[in-house]
């Protein structure tokens, strides 16, 4: 096990304040001493601010690229190797200049101001689904596309729904304005496929998964919180989501054929899927964010190995997420994908996470010029380049359209017939 980032959340104003960077950066560079003394290997660190709406006080979102450029300088003059604006919430204060739909307008300008800053877009309110953000995020994701080479801007862009702050993981990590809080994203799937070799049954190798889940993750957990009191910061948690790497002995895929699957994408996955994150739910650690299973199908090679032999669809993968932790992530798709039908898409993806109460999130990566089956060819050490998923060419417009001037949905969620079930129960 690795740790993939030790993501610090701090709160800042407008004007920003150089300072407060220089400080992170200072306390991240001396975490990253004492986790290397104590043996643990540390990817990245990051900077998680909070909502950048809310950073700019509701107001002149023409202001949101410059916020950007400063942030990636500051963070790079300060050794940070990524940071988060956060998310444009659906949900915009009663004095509130901008509307949240003009400030998500702005991402594809600011991402494009650096390569290190990441953003999003929050499908969902405290009423539930936003199709208004749906459209709005789609329409982030075709302008990246087409703007950045091989659409590959969009790595640095989401779109959320359930997600709350203290997300270790980018696109997704934001502050929540109190004190900083750091919280470790782990790159965790080596521990699975141990777990899983040659166990004599599902429960046992459920039980090992959780034994060393909570073995490496209670001797990491006590040096983050000696890190923590050192530099006056809250411990935010673990995400104990078991991360891959683009290798098969970091596949995450692959573990779950060393469980027992025939291969990833066949019937019996979701059953796969659902045993990893039980043994997960067991383990007694603090944590944070999906602490889930994780299935970005760009950062697994097993994954996208199932991929390229046509044994994966979006649906698939959608229904996977049921079950897993981060949604539909890194998805490669059609250059000609349509705003409309990508907000189809996203629709579908909130209604999950508000249906579960779970959190979710979708970055998808249209490909310009390229279309369904062809393979990717992205030259960066944490993609496995697989075959460009299919969509469906349709677009719900009339459901859109009415989807949007429609009033807020109420917070109840009839999830079957005769039985009524409130947001967060299961």
């Known amino acids: 096990m690795k740790i993939r980032s030790a993501t610090l959340g701090i709160p800042l104003a407008w004007p920003p304040e ?24 540390v990817q990245t660190t990051r900077l998680a601010l909070p909502p950048f709406p809310a950073v700019l006080g509701w107001r002149e979102p023409e202001r949101v690229p410059a916020l950007a450029r400063w942030l990636g300088a500051h963070c790079a003059a300060a050794e940070i190797g990524y940071a988060s604006l956060g998310p444009v919430l659906a949900d915009a204060p009663a004095d509130a200049a901008a509307s949240p739909a003009a400030f998500a307008a702005t991402i594809p300008t600011a991402l494009a101001q650096t390569e290190t800053v990441f953003a999003a877009v929050a499908l969902d309110g405290a009423d539930g689904v936003r199709a208004e953000m749906a459209l709005a995020a789609a329409a982030v994701i075709v302008q990246v596309a087409r703007t950045s080479p091989d659409g590959f ?23 929540d304005g109190g004190p900083p809080s750091l919280a470790l994203a782990l790159e965790a799937a ?9 166990a004599p049954s599902v429960d046992a190798a ?22 923590c009191v050192e530099q006056g910061w809250r411990f935010g948690g673990l995400d104990l989501s078991l991360a891959p790497f683009p290798d098969l002995p970091n596949s995450i895929a692959a573990a779950l054929e060393r469980l027992g699957l025939e291969c990833f994408g ?36 097993a994954l996208a190995d199932a991929a390229a032999a046509g044994r994966l669809s979006v649906n698939d993968l959608l229904l ?23 907000a189809a898409l996203l629709l579908d993806v909130a209604t999950l996470a508000v249906a579960l109460d779970k959190p979710l999130t979708a970055r998808l990566l249209p490909i310009p010029g390229q279309a369904a089956g062809q393979l990717t ?19 719900p417009t009339a459901l859109l359209r009415r989807a949007v001037s429609s009033p807020p949905p109420t917070p ?15």
């Open 18 to 41: 150089a300072a407060m960077v220089e400080r992170a950066g200072r306390g991240l560079a001396g975490a990253m001493a004492r986790f290397g003394a104590a043996g643990w290997t």
């Open 153 to 175: 801007g969009n790595l640095r862009f989401a779109a959320l729904a359930r997600c709350p702050a203290g997300i270790p993981f980018l696109p997704a990590a934001y502050h």
């Open 190 to 198: 080596d521990l699975a496929q141990a777990a899983f070799a040659d």
């Open 206 to 227: 459920q039980a090992r998964l959780t034994a060393a889940v909570e073995d490496v993750g209670g001797r990491l957990a006590a040096v983050v919180e000696g890190i």
């Open 266 to 301: 066949a019937f019996g996955t979701l059953y796969a899927a659902r045993c990893v994150t039980e043994a997960l739910r067991r383990a007694r650690l603090p944590r944070c964010g999906f602490s889930g299973l994780m299935l970005p199908l760009l950062e697994d090679r």
């Open 320 to 342: 996977y997420s049921a079950v897993c932790g981060t949604g539909l992530d890194t998805i490669p798709l059609p250059g000609d994908v349509s705003e409309g039908e990508l």
């Open 377 to 395: 060819a992205f030259d960066f050490p944490f993609f496995a380049n697989t075959r460009i998923l299919p969509t469906r060419g349709i677009v």
């Open 412 to 426: 109840s969620l009839l999830v079957g017939e005769g039985e009524y079930q409130e947001p967060g129960e299961s």
